[in-house]
């Protein structure tokens, strides 16, 4: 059993173009069956579909990872600014001024955040090259997402470090002190 396949260009609808060609098919030969009478963007849908699905489990799994690194870090950085509380109270009943004290804890905790994107940024980008194959419709060094990930990871270090320390700066510094 042999199959042809039949490639025609046109700007009409796909089924009004083939009942013209099956008209001239049946023409040729009778005995000949067209069947499968698909548009070119159906058949490139249809090649397409295991490497879409495979691109949107990336995808998820990668937001998921995204998700789970932000929350770790924000978790970290708080944690470590929350344990000098009481220097900061010390600090701010010696007369320290609050936004010297924030900007402070904010160099503090982005030192950690910055070397862990100098680390990720490019391991990230020799890792990318394993998976390759699975990308869809993206190149593996994709501007966009290099810049949007590390973006919203230093976004979330920065409110990690502000958030906590912006409390402790609004408490009492004698209240603060008598807590230890």
Not at 6 to 19: N, P
Not at 45 to 51: F, H, L, P, R
Not at 58 to 83: D, E, K
Not at 129 to 135: G, Q, V
């Amino acid at each position: 059993m042999c199959f042809a396949t039949i490639v025609v260009r046109s700007s009409r609808d796909a089924d009004s173009m083939a009942v013209r060609v099956r008209k001239i098919v049946a023409q040729l030969d009778r005995d000949l069956p067209v069947s499968n009478v698909i548009t070119l963007r159906e058949a490139i849908g249809k090649s397409t579909i295991d490497s879409e699905f495979d691109s949107i489990l990336v995808l998820a799994f990668a937001i998921i990872a995204l998700v789970l690194a932000a929350a770790g870090l924000y978790g970290v950085l708080a944690y470590l600014v929350a344990q000098r509380l009481v220097e900061l109270g010390i600090r701010l009943a010696l007369g320290a001024q609050r936004n010297a004290l924030l900007s402070h804890m904010l160099l503090d905790g982005l030192k950690p955040a910055m070397a862990g994107l100098l680390i990720g940024l490019p391991a990230s980008a020799a890792v990318v090259r394993l998976i390759r194959s699975m990308l869809y419709e993206t190149g593996p060094l994709d501007p966009a997402v290099f810049g949007t990930v590390p973006g919203l990871l230093v976004f979330v270090a920065i409110a990690a470090c502000l958030v906590p320390a912006w409390y402790a700066s609004r408490l009492d510094p004698m209240r603060t002190l008598r807590t230890e």
